[in-house]
């Protein structure tokens, strides 16, 4: 038993070891610069830029491949922000990425909803849940607004609504859902 224990204990330690110098070793560094310019972007993931999410547009601007206009979601405000920190002029927003609109989030009407999944997949934050065959919903507070999962559906379940602006109201409104209601006879 003591042999077991001395043995576990050794090959821990063995382990350990090799596993701390592989991190100091193997270490690969993130430029800073990229993780700023990150940090500016809306986070929708929704490749209106041309990349398949926020992080790659900022490795691409921050390699000088790609303008700071190209973020729809981030709008006038988001490529000020980018142009102070890299020291550039503002630009327009480049209308070939699409146009800014207010913050938006989606609902679904679960009534309607088929449970096909076709959403789910579409979603690049994860924020629909649901199972096979049965009625989808969304997080609302991880629904990034990126519009996505609109044209996958197969029965336009899928609404969008607008984010309440106001400070004092932060969450977003609940959609109206038309109630079917059967006459009894």
């Known amino acids: 038993m003591l042999a077991s224990i001395i043995a576990l204990t050794a090959l821990g330690t063995v382990l350990g070891l090799g596993l701390g110098w592989a991190a100091i070793k193997l270490r690969v560094e993130s430029d800073p610069v990229v993780e700023r310019i990150d940090t500016l972007l809306p986070q929708t993931q929704c490749g209106q830029c041309g990349y398949p999410g926020c992080r790659p547009y900022a490795e691409a601007i921050a390699r000088e491949e790609a303008d700071i206009n190209q973020c729809p979601p981030g709008g006038e405000s988001g490529i ?16 070939d990425n699409g146009e800014e609109k207010p913050k938006t989030v989606v609902v679904i009407d679960e009534q309607r909803c088929i449970g096909c999944m076709l ?25 990034t607004g990126c519009d996505l999962c609109l044209p996958p559906c197969p029965v336009d379940c899928i609404n969008v609504v607008g984010m309440n602006a106001d400070i004092l109201n932060w969450r977003s409104p609940k959609p109206r859902l038309a109630r079917r209601f059967t006459v009894l006879p």
């Open 80 to 95: 000020r922000a980018l142009a102070d920190l890299l020291g550039r002029e503002p630009k327009p927003l480049n209308p």
């Open 119 to 143: 959403c789910i997949q579409a979603c690049p934050v994860d924020a629909i849940v649901g199972a096979a065959k049965l009625m989808h919903t969304v997080i609302e507070s991880e629904c």
